[in-house]
Each structure stands twice: as C-alpha cells, then as structure tokens.
C-alpha cells in the first residue's frame, strides 16, 4: 500500500506541474497574440500620424482617419480595440462610445483596481504591458477576468489598448487536470 500511496502521490504532483505549465503557456500565448493585435493598431497610428507629417492631411484628419480604422478592427469574439490619452480620457471606444471624453482617473473594476490608470502607468514605465483586471462579460452576472494590452503612442498622448477574456485559460487547464487525474486513477486502479 505505500507503493501504492507514493505513485499516487507522484502522479498527483505530476498533474499538479502539468496543470501549472499549462496555464504559464496558454497565458503566455494570450500575451503574444495581444502584443501581436497592439502592434498592429499601432502601425496604423503611425501610418496616419506620418501622412500628416508630411502635409498630406492635417493632424486633427489622421487622429479622425486613426481612430475609425482602429474603431473597426475585430478579431476573436468580437474583441475590440480603445483608445484613451494619459490623463487618462477615453477618446475613441466602439463598444462604449459614451465614455469618449470621460475623465478615467476614478474608473474601477471590482477589486478596486484603477484599470486606466493602471494602463498610463504601463505606457509611462514602459512603453507599452500588460494589465491584468475584471471587466463586465456577456453572459455573465459578474465581471470576468481579462487581460489587456496597452501601447502608447507619444506625439497624440495616446494610450491604445486591446484586451481578451482569461476565464477561459482557467476552464481549460482546469479540463487538462481533470484529464490528468482520471488518467492517475486509471494507473493506480489497474497496478
């Protein structure tokens, strides 16, 4: 029966790390896919922003022309991109458009979390990052964890983000450590 009780208890460990491994990748992958989607924003901001550099349009026309072609991008579940300044204000959102021109110094998510704050400080230190919160899902009572990327863009103030659920990282590593230890069960019960 010791036998026994160590082999189980080694398969358990060994689900355990699995599960754990697996969650490490699935957010990692999240976060390049985001960087991914943030970039390309960005090279759009860029592309808008160059064309008013050289007279080809004002500035005030390729903020406009900006924030309609990224306003229109989708991907996923209908995930979306935003667009706020470092104040933070919101100045372009497709889901939310009464938000534009808001003041989000005090908008939190349920934890108490100050999200676009949190997105300036990114941008700030870094440039760009990552930024973990709570957001309202469809479907659902409560908001659900999400994580966002953010990416400034210096000359316009601006910070642009996107943002996907993780619930669902957490329901498939939990469906890989169900598979994990029914296969540990098996084991022990045919030894």
Same mark, same amino acid.
């Given at each position: ?26 957010? !990692? !992958?999240?976060?390049? &896919? ?30 406009? $022309?900006?924030? #309609?072609?990224?306003?229109?991008? $989708? ?13 933070? $204000? ?12 808001? +003041? ?5 998510? =349920? ?6 704050? +949190?997105?300036?400080? #990114?941008?700030?230190? &870094? ?8 957001? =309202? ?6 908001? !659900? ?22 619930? +669902?990282?957490?329901? !498939? ?19």
């Amino acid at each position: 029966y010791a036998l026994i009780s160590l082999s189980f208890i080694g398969l358990l460990g060994i689900a355990a790390l699995d599960s754990r491994e697996l969650a490490s990748s699935l957010n !990692q !992958q999240k976060q390049i &896919e985001l960087k991914h989607l943030g970039e390309l924003a960005l090279g759009i901001v860029k592309k808008e922003h160059a064309a008013a550099q050289k007279g080809e349009i004002s500035e005030a026309d390729a903020q406009k $022309r900006a924030m #309609a072609q990224i306003g229109a991008l $989708r991907y996923g579940s209908n995930d979306y991109f935003w667009i706020n300044d470092m104040l933070p $204000r919101m100045v372009m959102h497709p889901i939310k458009p009464e938000m534009v021109g808001n +003041d989000l110094s005090n908008y939190k998510d =349920p934890n108490g979390k100050l999200l676009f704050v +949190d997105f300036v400080e #990114a941008v700030k230190k &870094e440039g760009s990052g990552f930024v973990p919160y709570e957001w =309202p899902k469809p479907g659902f009572d409560k908001p !659900q964890p999400k994580l966002s990327y953010v990416v400034g863009f210096a000359p316009w103030n601006w910070v642009i983000g996107t943002g996907v659920y993780i619930d +669902d990282l957490k329901a !498939q590593t939990w469906v890989s450590t169900q598979r994990s230890l029914i296969f540990a069960g098996l084991i022990l019960l045919f030894t």
